[in-house]
Each structure stands twice: as structure tokens, then as C-alpha cells.
């Protein structure tokens, strides 16, 4: 890269050397050979392509100096880094140095590449239009970008921003809206946010209730009750019907109340199935009644089946010379 900063470094301190005392007496010569060795610095870190580091160095010593040549430099620099808008900000500010007399000539051919480098970046500046539609026009929208509101009479006025990515939020009352953009220089960019508040279906005049989903309760109750219930019921009938039968056997052998031994073990077995039989009935009912109760929540909640449709439950009674159960199906 050419060593151009080097050289207007070195005529920036002859020309500072050479004016006239009067005109120049603000910095110092120490201020100068600071100035100096910040512009020195700044040249070798952009010619590595540290421009952020470089930008530092050249501000440090326009922030000394105050000179054209030292704005033109910051300026350069913060258009190598994208920050366009505040390039273009301190060569404003440059322009508006006044010249004075006896100004050196590397002055002179600052400020002319400080206009020729402005009218380019006006040219390179991307810009971001918003659209706000189904916004109630009584309420304008208010309307910020990258955290700075815009004021209504400019909210749809193309907004020029810096190449990269942007924030932009629409609101008005409770209602937000937010919007991610990315431009690239020279990109004339527009977005459309749609404010308009989603609205509750009405029916007749009222809001529809929410239906609450279904639960599965009911579901179980219905199939473990019955099926605990017709369980219980058929081990309940055969086991008392078994111990009927071993007590009616045992009776003839039995005189009042007293048994011979050989038939006390066929009694107490009677007596057993009947306690088996007497507890079976009572799970019996109790798998009934939850049944019941299932059947009664599921009246209570929406219906998912089709039209028409209606769920059905059949329990079955399985028994058999040496088993006893149930099966079913539900649906």
C-alpha cells in the first residue's frame, strides 16, 4: 500500500513548523510531536489492516491538532470500517474548518479530498424505509430503529443507516412489532409491519367459550371400574357358590355344629371361600361405582368423536373351570 499517510505526516508537521506563529499557537511543540507519532502509528497499523486500532491512533492526534489532515485521516478510517454515517460526520466537521492565512498546502489538498471523499460515501449510504399497514389512524404508530424513535413526520421517510444489521420496532398501545433487516451499501431497503391485533371470533355478540381438553380420567375409571367390578362380581358368584356347595357337603357329617375331624380342613376351606367371596363383591362394587363416575366425568367434557359418534364400553365375564376374569373393549 503506498506510504501516502507517511508523507502527509511529514508535510503536516513541516506546514505546522513553517506558519506563522500567530496563526497556529494553540498546539505546542510537544503537542505537535505527539500529533506526529499518533499519525505514525495510525499509518503502520492500517497498512496491517488494523483499521480499528488505526482509527484510535488518528483520532488521538486530530483531537490534538484539530487540522484538516488529521479529520480527513479519521474519517478515511471509519469508512474502512463501515461506519459511514460517522465518516461522513467528521468530514462535515472538517468542512467547516474556516481556512486562515498562510494555510500550508497539504491543508488545502485535505479539504479537497475531504469533498471529493463525502460526495462518495453519499453515494455508498444504504437506507431502510418502513411501512406500517392496518395501523389505527387515530393513534400514529411510533416507530424506532436500532433504539432511536423516529418522529412521526419522518416515519416514512427513507432513514439512512450504516451497512449491516438493524433493529426496527413498531408500536402502538400494546401492540409490538419487531423486524430484523440486514443492507449492504447502497441498498435503498423496505419493510412492512403489519400491526393489526388478531380479534376473538364472536359469536353472537359473546367471545366463544375456550373448551378445556379432554381429560383421561374418565377413560380409566370407565374400564378399570368395570372391569375391576365384573371381576369381582364373577369371582364373588363362583367362590360363593363353591363355598355353599362345601357347606351343604359338610352339614351331613356335622352334628349340632361339630364336625368329624377328617372333615374340619373341607369347613374351614368353605369358610374361606365365603370370606374370598364376600371381599370379591364388595371390589366388585366398588369397580362398579367407579365406573359410574367415569361415565358421569365424561359427560362433562367436549366430545371428540364425529358427529353422531358415541363411545360404548363392553365388559365380558371370563370364567372357565379353572379361571375367572374379564375382557372388553371400549370405543
Not at 471523499?117 to 389512524?137: C, H, K, Q, W
Not at 430484523?180 to 441498498?187: G, L, T
Not at 380479534?199 to 375409571?221: C, I, M, Y
Amino acid at each position: 500500500m503506498p506510504r501516502r499517510s507517511h508523507v502527509l505526516g511529514a508535510l503536516l508537521v513541516g506546514a505546522l513548523v513553517t506558519v506563522a506563529p500567530r496563526a497556529w499557537a494553540d498546539p505546542s511543540l510537544s503537542d505537535r510531536e505527539t500529533a506526529r507519532s499518533l499519525m505514525d502509528d495510525g499509518d503502520a497499523k492500517r497498512d496491517k489492516s488494523d483499521f480499528r486500532a488505526a482509527l484510535k491512533s488518528y483520532e488521538a492526534a486530530d483531537a490534538i491538532m484539530h487540522v484538516p489532515t488529521t479529520g480527513l485521516e479519521v474519517a478515511r478510517a471509519q469508512a474502512q470500517l463501515g461506519l459511514l454515517l460517522e465518516a461522513r460526520e467528521t468530514l462535515a466537521r472538517v468542512m467547516r474548518l474556516p481556512p486562515k492565512p498562510g494555510e500550508p498546502a497539504p491543508f488545502t489538498a485535505a479539504r479537497r479530498s475531504t469533498e471529493q471523499l463525502n460526495g462518495e460515501l453519499a453515494t455508498r449510504l444504504p437506507s431502510i424505509t418502513v411501512v406500517i399497514v392496518n395501523a389505527d389512524p387515530a393513534q400514529p404508530p411510533q416507530i424506532v430503529v436500532d433504539g432511536d424513535p423516529i418522529p412521526p413526520a419522518a416515519a416514512q421517510a427513507p432513514r439512512k443507516v450504516n451497512p449491516g444489521r438493524h433493529s426496527v420496532i413498531a408500536r402502538v398501545g400494546s401492540i409490538e412489532r419487531k423486524e430484523d433487516v440486514v443492507v449492504a451499501e447502497r441498498e435503498a431497503r423496505t419493510i412492512t409491519i403489519d400491526l393489526k391485533q388478531p380479534q376473538p371470533q364472536v359469536v353472537n355478540g359473546t367471545e366463544p367459550p375456550r373448551e378445556p381438553s379432554p381429560s383421561a380420567l374418565p377413560k380409566v375409571l370407565i374400564i378399570g371400574g368395570f372391569a375391576m367390578g365384573a371381576i369381582g362380581i364373577g369371582v364373588g358368584s363362583v367362590t360363593g357358590l363353591i363355598s355353599f356347595s362345601k357347606v351343604d357337603d359338610v352339614k351331613t357329617d356335622c352334628v349340632d355344629n361339630r364336625c368329624k375331624p377328617s372333615r374340619e380342613g373341607d369347613l374351614d376351606s368353605a369358610r374361606s371361600l365365603g370370606t374370598i367371596s364376600t371381599i370379591a363383591f364388595i371390589a366388585g362394587g366398588v369397580g362398579v361405582a367407579a365406573g359410574v363416575v367415569g361415565i358421569v366425568l365424561s359427560g362433562k367434557q367436549p366430545k371428540e368423536s364425529a358427529p353422531g359418534s358415541s363411545a360404548r364400553l363392553t365388559i365380558v365375564p371370563d370364567v372357565g373351570p379353572t379361571w375367572l376374569g374379564a375382557h372388553g373393549t371400549f370405543f
